[in-house]
T-cell receptor, first 112, second 112 residues
Framework: QQQVKQSPQSLIVQKGGISIINCAYE??????FPWYQQFPGKGPALLIA?????SEKKEGRFTISFNKSAKQFSLHIMDSQPGDSATYFC???????????FGSGTQLTVLP | DSGVTQTPKHLITATGQRVTLRCSPR?????VYWYQQSLDQGLQFLIQ???????AKGNILERFSAQQFPDLHSELNLSSLELGDSALYFC???????????FGPGTRLTVL
């Protein structure tokens, strides 16, 4: 059972544009929602994360919006740059072990 | 650089063989997580160890096993390898059960 659904699968944005990636979860026990960025040949790197008691978190050009009632959260990348071209994964964790359940990933391409 | 190291970077082997992947967590991190990344299954949690003890299991096959040693490094053992085991294997570490997980660069396993 896929517990975190991510869309779109791929996204092409012009430089300076806004990139938006969406995720939805099913398990109400999840209480931590990170976004990871992965470049080819590298491991995932934490970008930004949010907890369900907050509706929005912003770090630089990256913003997470969180809708607890809809069980959805999204990543917004403002002023997208070619260097942002990577695969982005949403994830969720809950319970004592804190293992991550990942979405299927979004391949972002920012055109110069 | 996340501070998590994994060896080897690449591994090519044949079906039916056994391999061992090694992970050294960040200094001070007690928890080690193993994840598998494949094209069809995405990023999936396999198993977690905390201070030498197994704490959580995910979609890990019976042919796979892991352990964490007193110096906190961890090994993932994959046996009776099948073509479908070809994937990227990542380990991640965190401070105890903290939410933030730091991923290593991964081991690319190719089973021929």
């Amino acid at each position: 059972q896929q517990q975190v659904k991510q869309s779109p699968q791929s996204l092409i944005v012009q430089k300076g544009g806004i990139s938006i990636i969406n995720c939805a979860y099913e398990n109400t026990a999840f209480d931590y929602f990170p976004w990871y960025q992965q470049f080819p040949g590298k491991g995932p790197a934490l970008l930004i994360a949010i907890r369900p008691d907050v509706s929005e978190k912003k770090e630089g050009r990256f913003t997470i919006s969180f809708n607890k009632s809809a069980k959805q959260f999204s990543l917004h990348i403002m002023d997208s740059q070619p260097g942002d071209s990577a695969t982005y994964f949403c994830a969720a964790s809950g319970g004592s072990a804190r293992q991550l359940t990942f979405g299927s990933g979004t391949q972002l391409t920012v055109l110069p | 650089d996340s501070g998590v190291t994994q060896t080897p970077k690449h591994l090519i082997t044949a079906t039916g063989q056994r391999v061992t992947l090694r992970c050294s967590p960040r200094s001070g991190d007690l928890s080690v997580y193993w994840y598998q990344q494949s094209l069809d299954q995405g990023l999936q949690f396999l198993i977690q160890y905390y201070n030498g003890e197994e704490r959580a299991k995910g979609n890990i096959l019976e042919r796979f096993s892991a352990q964490q040693f007193p110096d906190l490094h961890s090994e993932l053992n994959l046996s009776s390898l099948e073509l479908g085991d070809s994937a990227l294997y990542f380990c991640a570490s965190s401070v105890a059960f903290a939410d933030t997980q730091y991923f290593g660069p991964g081991t690319r396993l190719t089973v021929l």
